[in-house]
Nanobody, 121 residues
C-alpha cells in the first residue's frame, strides 16, 4: 500500500502562484511514477502533470504547460506541483496519484484525498 497526503492548496488571486506537496509513505515510493490530477464538480477527473520514478521525464496537460512544473524529491518521498500564472479555470480539487507501471493519463494505483485550489478573478 502507498499512502498519499496532499497539502498546499488554498485561495489565490489570478496571476498568483501556489506550490502543492504530496507526501508519500508505504511501499518503496521511489519506484512509482507520481502525478497530479484535478476535478471540478460535475466533471471527470483530468490529468494535470506526471513524473517518472527517477524524475528524468515529466508530462503535462496542454492547459498547464509552461505554467506548472512537477518535481519530486525521492529522499523525502515527496512530489511537488509548482503552479504559476494561475487562472480562475485552474480552480479545482487537486489529487496526487501514484502508479507502478503507468505515468500520465492512465495512472490510478493510489490516490490522495485531494486539496482545494481556488483562484479568484
Amino acid at each position: 500500500q502507498v499512502q498519499l497526503v496532499e497539502s498546499g492548496g488554498g485561495l489565490v488571486q489570478a496571476g498568483g502562484s501556489l506550490r502543492l506537496s504530496c507526501a508519500a509513505s508505504g511501499r518503496t515510493v521511489s519506484r512509482y511514477a507520481m502525478g497530479w490530477f484535478r476535478q471540478t464538480p460535475g466533471k471527470e477527473r483530468e490529468f494535470v502533470a506526471a513524473i517518472n520514478s527517477i524524475g528524468s521525464a515529466t508530462y503535462y496537460a496542454d492547459s498547464v504547460k509552461d505554467r506548472f512544473a512537477i518535481s519530486r524529491d525521492n529522499a523525502k518521498d515527496t512530489v511537488y506541483l509548482q503552479m504559476n500564472s494561475l487562472k480562475p479555470e485552474d480552480t479545482a480539487v487537486y489529487y496526487c496519484a501514484a502508479d507502478f507501471l503507468r505515468v500520465g493519463v492512465g495512472m490510478d494505483d493510489y490516490w490522495g484525498q485531494g486539496t482545494q485550489v481556488t483562484v479568484s478573478s
